[in-house]
């Protein structure tokens, strides 16, 4: 597999009339040696590939492993007499390299001037746009996991609990049955629902009639991501919150409906178009535009390629595994926001659970927690 | 408090001859605002600060409550119609461009070249070297929640238990009791122990005798983090493990020493030379040398200025907050790591517990959890 990986990379040097690339991106790091255990915020590790090798560059922290895990990479240890100018001395003979430039800071890039003539642009993360069978599996076991953890949490919703005590209990539910948080969840009361990143804090649920509950959260298992929102009302709806509810869910189903009609007439599905859809939609209704992007890409990342916003390039392609997530903001009232994530797939689904059962469709639906008005009364 | 941190960003705006700055790091963002919550991950806001005002950049997701805690930068949302092309159109005037070059991206850089003729390099970060007094006040609460964390993870102890059975009993006590993690926690048991970076994992604790458990972890209150490590030993202790533990202790004792010493003579304290302190006498007991820095500083991140490694060129100062910690790491055998916070400080802390009273000196520990061999006998 991780052959396979490094094979396309070589082929893209090639491609670019490039003589090797260097990774500095923990999640391609991941993707090519599947080791995951880099820090996110500094700089422990490179990978470089030329044409016939390819080496790992780490320190004492993680030499050992990396020897056991990555042993088909050629290991060069960073230690006091052995620094990265060294390393970097070695492959000075190296005309052209490709660099991550949406990774490498401009520190990192004048200390590599001094090793490096030429540098190049290489992008590695779209390789990992289209997801392997086994790739969307992992997601959808997150996904899965995301949907149990849905249903357990609508049991621990009720009066005088706070944003971060029902935070801690998804989490907790979340590692108890193996998986991580994938990102810090977006728990939010009320009026917060009207904030789309919400800091999840203090406020406690009342008794007031009709107040949004909006969770957004995701699971982390085996490295790959899950991502998905609820929008739920403790107390009786009113009207005006019924139609919003109802306006997100027609929005999110058109974008649906425009990927599938498209797909199944072999069109190319433009990104943006699918944004589009549901973000004129919302407008036509008369509320406020999304003042985020429809959705994006998942994997090894929460947010990855592509893209599917107004000014996305992107094309949606078979393996694309994504997020489709309109949502309606009203400052000091409230929000709503329903998100699922969606896999182009050519193989229909054996099993079929939720409201959207696709059928024959290739548009496939990862996560499936009920999209009809939850309403949970609260005890007077 | 903010006023006076961007007071200082300005005089050095002066000094260096900048018209303004453009601030990229979440953590400098959160030093200079106060509002935490940015994606460590994803660029999702700048601060402008020039001679006379201050911006944040930023987009509908937060500028609500941008407004709300902010209020003295003027926000500059992002939209559909506002790109940061037109924002940073605004700015064309600018002459010289302060940015942080271990932040910005070359794709940024790129992006930026576009609007700004002349940049030059802003050091932000250092800035928050020495800490405030509440800063100190901040980082001794994280510390004391990690010392009540270890007392009541030696408890936890059994045989059986996996190491990540036993970080997610950490991980709860932790956030019971109003914490975060600062950092994904290490445990190693046995052999796994002598990897300085171990992926905490599935191996489980058995009754083979003196076996080390190595336990590093932090807490993190008030957007504040503490740092700790101990290793304990399952079992009865070998005389070769004792050997071990004691070295590891007399060379941070030795650290300690040479910084007390410099700071009651007055002289400049270099954060090299106190690792070096430490270093040569692990080798001079016939040692592997230490596969990491002796330590580093902490605040709004885990790893900040000052470095105490073999290159750092930082002085100690009064005010700074920073680890100490020695390792001894033998493969296939084990490790053990002994891991304290301590602040250059002039008060002499009212109260003193642990191994160190410091008494008189002006070099303060902040975590105090005992140092003593701990050995936990296994059931037979």
Redesign the interface.
């Known amino acids: 597999m991780f052959r396979c990986r490094i094979d396309k990379v070589r082929s893209h040097l090639k491609k670019q009339n490039l003589d090797a690339v260097l990774i500095s991106a923990v999640s391609n790091i991941c993707y090519l040696t599947g080791y995951a255990?880099f820090s996110?915020?500094?700089r422990e590790a490179y990978l470089i590939i030329t044409k016939n090798e390819q080496f790992i560059i780490t320190?004492?922290?993680?030499?050992?492993?990396i020897k056991r895990q990555v042993p088909y990479f050629k290991l060069l240890e960073l230690?006091?007499e052995n620094s990265l100018k060294n390393i970097f001395a070695k492959f000075a003979r190296l005309k052209v390299l490709g660099?991550e430039?949406?990774?490498?800071?401009?520190?990192e890039?004048?200390m590599l001037k001094k090793h490096f003539k030429k540098m190049k642009?290489l992008d590695i993360k779209s390789h990992r746009s289209v997801k392997t069978d086994d790739e969307i599996r992992k997601i959808e076991e997150a996904a899965k996991l995301g949907d149990k953890a849905f249903k357990y949490i609508l049991g621990k919703i009720k009066e005088g609990i706070s944003e971060k005590e029902l935070a801690?209990e998804l989490?907790?539910f979340i590692?108890k049955n193996g998986g991580e948080l994938s990102f810090p969840p977006i728990i939010a009361f009320g009026r917060n629902s009207?904030?789309?990143?919400?800091?999840t804090g203090e406020t406690k649920l009342d008794k007031k009639e009709g107040q949004f509950i909006l969770l957004d959260f995701g699971v982390k298992l085996e490295n790959y991501c899950s991502d998905m929102t609820r929008t739920i009302i403790f107390g009786k709806p009113t009207n005006k919150q019924k139609r919003i509810y109802e306006t997100v869910l027609k929005a999110q189903q058109k974008a649906i409906d425009f990927i599938n009609s498209k797909i199944k007439s072999g069109k190319k599905v433009k990104a943006s178009d699918a944004d589009k859809t549901a973000r004129d939609f919302i407008i036509s209704q008369k509320y406020p535009?999304i003042?985020?992007s429809l959705g994006h890409g998942i994997g090894l990342?929460v947010?990855e390629h592509p893209s599917l916003s107004?000014k996305s390039r992107d094309i949606l392609k078979t393996g694309m595994v994504f997020s489709i997530e309109p949502g309606i903001?009203l400052?000091d009232f409230g929000g709503v926001r329903t998100e699922d994530l969606f896999c182009i797939s050519k193989i229909v689904p054996s099993e079929t659970k939720g409201l959207f059962v696709l059928g024959k469709n290739d548009l496939k639906q990862l996560t499936n927690s009920p999209k009809s008005i939850i309403s949970i009364q609260a005890l007077s």
């Open positions: 255990n996110q915020n500094e320190d004492g922290r993680y030499s050992g492993v230690t006091g660099i430039e949406d990774e490498i800071t401009v520190s890039h004048k642009h801690y989490e907790l590692k009207a904030i789309p990143h919400h800091q535009n003042p985020h990342q947010h107004s903001y400052p």
